[in-house]
């Protein structure tokens, strides 16, 4: 059983920071696709950015060019960058493999307000 652990949420301004990190277990992370998705309140769960390498990621529109994903196989370690924060940035932030499994961790919550 895959454990995901997500940590790094916040409140920030509009405009500002934040990095999340995940830390997977299980022995297949290496060659599994992993990716950051989020939930709104009342809306449905979306993906927002996916990751095999350094050399294949894929980001939703709305965060395009202000989300950066990466990975560290050897510490079994997700995270997201995300810069420009938009009020509509805020939701849960999960992190899951590509398709996700039906186990998730309890994600971290990210609020985006002045």
């Known amino acids: 059983q895959v454990q995901l652990v997500e940590s790094g949420g916040g409140l920030v301004q509009p405009g500002g920071s934040l990095r999340l990190s995940c830390a997977a277990s299980?022995?297949?992370?290496?060659?599994?696709?992993m990716a950051w998705y989020r939930q709104a309140p009342g809306k449905e769960r979306e993906l927002v950015a996916s990751?095999?390498?350094?050399?294949?990621?894929k980001y939703a529109d709305s965060v395009k060019g202000r989300f950066t994903i990466s990975r560290d196989n050897a510490a079994n370690m997700v995270y997201l960058q995300m810069n420009s924060l938009k009020p509509e940035d805020t939701a849960i932030y999960s992190c899951?493999?590509?398709?996700?499994?039906?186990?998730w961790g309890q994600g971290t919550q990210v609020t985006v307000s002045s």
């Open positions: 899951n493999r590509v398709p996700p499994y039906d186990s």
């Open positions: 299980g022995s297949v992370f290496a060659v599994t696709a």
């Open positions: 990751i095999i390498s350094d050399r294949w990621t």
